[in-house]
Protein backbone atom coordinates (compact mmCIF):
# COMPACT_ATOMS: atom_id res chain seq x y z
CA UNK A 1 0.00 0.00 0.00
CA UNK A 2 1.44 3.34 -0.63
CA UNK A 3 2.71 5.03 2.01
CA UNK A 4 1.50 8.83 3.54
CA UNK A 5 4.02 11.40 2.25
CA UNK A 6 5.80 13.21 4.57
CA UNK A 7 4.96 17.39 5.32
CA UNK A 8 8.09 17.89 4.04
CA UNK A 9 8.05 15.47 0.92
CA UNK A 10 4.60 16.69 0.34
CA UNK A 11 5.80 20.13 -0.23
CA UNK A 12 8.44 19.56 -2.06
CA UNK A 13 6.53 17.01 -4.12
CA UNK A 14 3.71 19.94 -5.12
CA UNK A 15 6.40 22.77 -5.93
CA UNK A 16 6.65 21.01 -8.74
CA UNK A 17 3.47 20.48 -9.37
CA UNK A 18 1.77 23.66 -11.45
CA UNK A 19 -1.38 25.23 -9.88
CA UNK A 20 -1.42 22.81 -6.65
CA UNK A 21 -1.78 23.66 -3.31
CA UNK A 22 -2.33 21.95 0.24
CA UNK A 23 -5.67 21.73 1.75
CA UNK A 24 -5.83 23.50 5.23
CA UNK A 25 -6.86 21.18 8.07
CA UNK A 26 -6.93 18.06 6.01
CA UNK A 27 -4.11 15.88 4.56
CA UNK A 28 -4.76 16.69 1.08
CA UNK A 29 -4.15 18.61 -2.07
CA UNK A 30 -6.30 20.50 -4.28
CA UNK A 31 -6.21 22.77 -7.47
CA UNK A 32 -9.44 24.21 -9.26
CA UNK A 33 -8.90 23.56 -13.22
CA UNK A 34 -10.98 26.52 -15.39
CA UNK A 35 -11.36 25.62 -19.06
CA UNK A 36 -13.18 27.79 -22.77
CA UNK A 37 -16.61 26.10 -21.49
CA UNK A 38 -18.72 22.82 -20.19
CA UNK A 39 -17.28 21.06 -23.13
CA UNK A 40 -13.69 21.64 -22.41
CA UNK A 41 -13.87 20.16 -18.82
CA UNK A 42 -16.15 17.40 -19.61
CA UNK A 43 -13.60 15.90 -21.72
CA UNK A 44 -10.60 16.92 -19.50
CA UNK A 45 -13.12 14.90 -16.48
CA UNK A 46 -13.65 12.05 -18.70
CA UNK A 47 -9.55 12.11 -19.93
CA UNK A 48 -8.90 11.81 -16.52
CA UNK A 49 -11.59 9.66 -15.24
CA UNK A 50 -9.85 7.01 -17.46
CA UNK A 51 -6.95 7.53 -16.32
CA UNK A 52 -8.20 7.68 -12.66
CA UNK A 53 -9.49 3.99 -12.70
CA UNK A 54 -6.20 2.57 -14.82
CA UNK A 55 -4.50 3.49 -11.96
CA UNK A 56 -7.25 2.60 -9.62
CA UNK A 57 -7.22 5.83 -7.67
CA UNK A 58 -10.12 8.10 -7.39
CA UNK A 59 -10.22 12.00 -7.67
CA UNK A 60 -12.88 13.64 -4.98
CA UNK A 61 -14.32 16.58 -7.59
CA UNK A 62 -17.20 18.58 -8.33
CA UNK A 63 -17.75 19.95 -11.83
CA UNK A 64 -19.84 23.43 -12.42
CA UNK A 65 -19.95 24.72 -16.12
CA UNK A 66 -16.48 25.04 -17.04
CA UNK A 67 -14.66 24.63 -13.71
CA UNK A 68 -13.82 21.53 -12.06
CA UNK A 69 -12.55 21.39 -8.33
CA UNK A 70 -10.30 18.66 -7.39
CA UNK A 71 -8.85 17.15 -4.15
CA UNK A 72 -6.44 14.41 -4.05
CA UNK A 73 -5.77 12.20 -1.04
CA UNK A 74 -5.35 8.20 -1.05
CA UNK A 75 -8.12 7.35 1.70
CA UNK A 76 -6.79 4.12 2.51
CA UNK A 77 -3.52 5.88 3.80
CA UNK A 78 -5.63 8.55 5.18
CA UNK A 79 -3.18 11.76 3.20
CA UNK A 80 -1.14 12.52 0.43
CA UNK A 81 0.81 9.70 -1.27
CA UNK A 82 3.02 9.13 -4.37
CA UNK A 83 -0.71 8.18 -6.18
CA UNK A 84 -1.61 11.33 -5.98
CA UNK A 85 1.27 13.20 -6.72
CA UNK A 86 1.13 10.89 -9.82
CA UNK A 87 -2.71 11.27 -10.27
CA UNK A 88 -1.79 15.24 -9.97
CA UNK A 89 0.83 15.61 -12.53
CA UNK A 90 -1.09 13.25 -15.31
CA UNK A 91 -3.66 15.39 -14.69
CA UNK A 92 -2.02 19.14 -15.08
CA UNK A 93 -0.73 17.18 -18.48
CA UNK A 94 -4.61 16.28 -20.11
CA UNK A 95 -5.62 20.09 -19.07
CA UNK A 96 -2.40 21.10 -21.21
CA UNK A 97 -3.83 18.79 -23.97
CA UNK A 98 -7.31 19.66 -23.46
CA UNK A 99 -7.93 22.95 -26.15
CA UNK A 100 -9.14 25.52 -24.81
N1 LIG B 1 -8.87 6.32 -4.59
C1 LIG B 1 -8.32 7.13 -3.68
N2 LIG B 1 -8.24 8.43 -3.92
N3 LIG B 1 -7.89 6.63 -2.52
C2 LIG B 1 -7.93 5.33 -2.22
O1 LIG B 1 -7.50 4.92 -1.14
C3 LIG B 1 -8.51 4.45 -3.19
C4 LIG B 1 -8.99 5.02 -4.39
N4 LIG B 1 -8.56 3.17 -2.98
N5 LIG B 1 -9.59 4.23 -5.29
C5 LIG B 1 -8.96 2.24 -3.98
C6 LIG B 1 -9.90 2.85 -5.01
C7 LIG B 1 -9.53 1.02 -3.29
O2 LIG B 1 -10.72 1.35 -2.59
C8 LIG B 1 -9.81 -0.14 -4.23
C9 LIG B 1 -10.46 -1.28 -3.49
O3 LIG B 1 -8.60 -0.55 -4.79
Same mark, same amino acid.
Given at each position: ??E??SAE??R?A???????? +??????AI !?K????? *?????FG???RAA?V?E?M??H?E???????? +?????T?? !?G?VT?? *????A???N??A?L???
Open positions: MARLARQIGGLSGWT +EIEGRD !ATFVFK *DFNEAFMTLAKDHPWRNVYKTV +EVVLSHD !AGAL *DIELKTMAIRTPG
